[in-house]
């Protein structure tokens, strides 16, 4: 069992309502739900394991927390290519300086939800979907085919059908967005799908993880998508910026209600 360096079991939140989280495809985090690197991932985003930690050596650790070496030297290879530990040979291995973090891989994402985000978490991962975003829309505006229009149309009405407190309606949420950002036909845009999706996912399910949604989104996606359908690029631009700015109020709310 894993157990925390106060030699107390983990509190790691039961986040079983937003297990669909997981629905991201491209950031494998499926595959890493309920790991060791996980549960260490979440202890470092949280703090209890602050930058500087020391873990102990591999087979001591191995020990303590209940895993096999090959286990653990898994966990921290992937904490490692994230940047959330480093180890070198005389010094051990140690947690990473945040600014060293990978904090838009889609896993580091997730596990920051697991880890409770912070205020600043959130209004920094909006602010970069606003700097992002509303461009991004902008171009697939100027750019998109018939075939997406008709792709950002049919995933709209599945959207508005089955609603975002739904797995089929938050997939449908990511194809939306996933179709706009491949409209712009910038490959350094659509890099940032991944973090962009993961972001818009697991916000969309902070927000009602105890309640449902406190506002209807379809509208706000309605409009962008006819910017879009019709060519217009400043439209496009100013429907983006109101649908990121109102995710971000009702997020903040979803946060003062749970505090």
Not at 14 to 28: F, M, P, R, V, Y
Not at 98 to 104: G, H, I, P, V
Not at 125 to 130: D, I
Not at 209 to 232: E, Q, T, W
Request: hydrophobic residues 45%; charged residues 25%.
């Amino acid at each position: 069992m894993l157990h925390s360096k106060n030699g107390t079991m983990p509190k790691i939140p039961d986040h079983s309502a937003i297990a669909a989280g997981t629905l991201i495809q491209a950031g494998g985090g499926r595959r890493l739900q309920g790991s060791l690197a996980k549960q260490l991932a979440v202890m470092i985003l949280s703090g209890e394991l602050p930058e500087g930690h020391l873990f102990p050596n591999e087979i001591d650790y191995a020990r303590q927390i209940g895993v096999s070496r090959s286990v653990l030297r898994e966990a921290l290879r992937i904490l490692t290519a994230k940047g959330l530990v480093n180890s070198r040979p005389k010094t051990g291995t140690r947690v990473g300086s945040k600014r060293q973090w990978s904090l838009l891989d889609p896993d580091l994402l997730a596990w920051q939800f697991e880890a409770e985000p912070s205020r600043k978490f959130l209004r920094d991962l909006f602010e970069l979907r606003m700097l992002v975003e509303p461009g991004a829309a902008a171009l697939a505006a100027e750019r998109r085919s018939k075939k997406q229009v008709n792709a950002m149309c049919s995933a709209l009405d599945t959207m508005a059908l089955h609603g975002l407190g739904t797995e089929q309606g938050r997939l449908a949420d990511q194809h939306f967005h996933m179709i706009m950002l491949e409209a712009t036909r910038n490959g350094a845009i659509i890099a940032l799908a991944s973090s962009i999706m993961a972001a818009i996912a697991w916000t969309t399910l902070y927000k009602q993880r105890k309640r449902g949604l406190v506002r209807d989104p379809i509208p706000d996606h309605r409009n962008l998508f006819d910017a879009i359908a019709n060519a217009d690029s400043a439209a496009a631009r100013d429907a983006m910026s109101e649908l990121v700015r109102l995710a971000l109020a009702d997020t903040e709310k979803s946060l003062r209600k749970r505090a």
